[in-house]
């Protein structure tokens, strides 16, 4: 795949063009640029310049790179590297060719179509693979880490060209080693696509 970059660099990463915005960051996609002419596309997260300003929001986006670090599965987004230039911090994440379960159920709703039931339930098994594979997280003494994603969607449901199903965004996961703690009574996630206990505000596990 070739792509033209925008020749705007972030330590060695050349910027090509905007991916996405969310809550807390940006996602672009760059071309990590190395020596003799190695080149490698990803994915960097970058948080919003004001928000860099904010040490909370700095907290949660380390705790995020921490953690998704620590997941090693097919199922699950892959992080490179947490890195820094001059004062702005950015996630490294592998490059994914395809798109999410919410951009798939838009194109086939435009057609009146409707997901076949069987690809629907490949789809929630191969997430579920990858959540099992977040649940099961320990630190490095065997302690379970306690890390619950809290916002599973469409939106953060990926399928590649290549038929693999990957979980994204986990910036606001909890985990019982936490920095930063949602608030009681503060609910985070999609309403639509919560459990009733997340809805409640009750622990989640």
Known sequence: MTVSGSGT?????EIIGDLAVGGMAEIVLARLVGPSGFERLVVL???FPHLAKDPEFVTMF???ARTVARINHPNVVQVHE???????????????EGETVSGLLRRLWSADKRLEPALAAHLVAEACRGLQAAHDLTDDEGIPVGLVHRDVSPQNVF???AGAVKILDFGIAKLDSRSTK???GQIK???AYMSP???AGKNLD
Not at 9 to 13: C, D, F, P
């Open 9 to 13: 660099m972030l330590g060695r990463y």
């Open 45 to 47: 997260k970058r948080i």
């Open 62 to 64: 380390l705790d995020e």
């Open 82 to 96: 947490l890195a820094q230039h001059e004062a702005e911090l950015f996630l490294a994440m592998e490059y994914l």
């Open 159 to 161: 399928i590649t060209y």
């Open 182 to 184: 949602t608030e009681p």
């Open 189 to 191: 996630g999609k309403f």
């Open 197 to 199: 206990e997340q809805c």
